[in-house]
């Protein structure tokens, strides 16, 4: 079958077309915007003073608000916001 421009679309002469490159290209382009945009969406802010911090950081760099403590009871690191530790399932209490 063949299409406008001359070309089959399962043949080998396709992939030869400046068509098929251009799509391709496009196609890439989009994706990585689209990967860059939700990256800088999902990067992880202090709940105190909104600064972007890694998800490894214990407390925040700007306004030393604590991100992240050690659970009393099997040391792991855990978050200040949950409420049981999921590791050793002990009941965490703790001030924010």
Known sequence: MNCIW????H???F?????FW?????????????YLFFQK???KKCP????PVESAF???PECGHGLQTHCPDCYRIVDRLWKTCP????SLHFKI
């Open 6 to 9: 001359g070309y089959t679309w």
């Open 87 to 90: 590791y050793c399932e002990k």
């Open 15 to 19: 992939y030869h077309s400046w068509l």
């Open 22 to 34: 251009l799509i391709l290209s496009a196609g890439l382009s989009a994706a990585t915007l689209f």
């Open 58 to 60: 214990l407390q925040c």
């Open 11 to 13: 043949g080998y002469y």
């Open 41 to 43: 969406r999902r990067q």
């Open 48 to 51: 105190n003073c909104s600064t």
